[in-house]
Nanobody, 122 residues
Framework: VQLQAYGGGLVQAGGSLRLSCAAS????????IGWFRQAPGKEREFVAA????????HYADSVKGRFTISRDNAKSTVYLPMNSLKPEDTAVYYC????????????????WGQGTQVTVSS
């Protein structure tokens, strides 16, 4: 599966953005999709993940209550609306896919899209 993340941009603190991850291929519904982010000088960290049917979602504590992950398998797209953004949310955001259970470990993901930059100004 090939993934493409988009929707990043520059926003003021307290603002909102919606990231999307579009996939190619007819087996999109077979994959768990996760979002990760990486800030300069920091390791890549887990943000959120959604199960293959969309019924199970898992979030990093730092984004709970502010970010919501969902998917539309008919459109082969996963969405990540981000609200109440903070300067510490600034990072390159990546979407990734793996074939079994929801995981927060980036090493378990097999496919990665290119990143999209999110910058939150204070």
């Amino acid at each position: 599966v090939q993934l493409q993340a988009y929707g990043g941009g520059l926003v003021q603190a307290g603002g909102s953005l919606r990231l999307s991850c579009a996939a190619s291929g007819r087996t999109f519904s077979s994959y768990v999709i996760g979002w990760f982010r990486q800030a300069p000088g920091k390791e890549r960290e887990f943000v959120a993940a959604v199960s293959r049917n969309g019924e199970i979602a898992h979030y990093a504590d730092s984004v709970k209550g502010r970010f919501t992950i969902s998917r539309d398998n008919a459109k082969s797209t996963v969405y990540l609306p981000m609200n109440s953004l903070k300067p510490e949310d600034t990072a390159v955001y990546y979407c990734a896919a793996l074939g079994n259970y929801v995981s927060a470990d980036p090493r378990q993901y097999d496919y990665w899209g290119q990143g999209t930059q999110v910058t939150v100004s204070s």
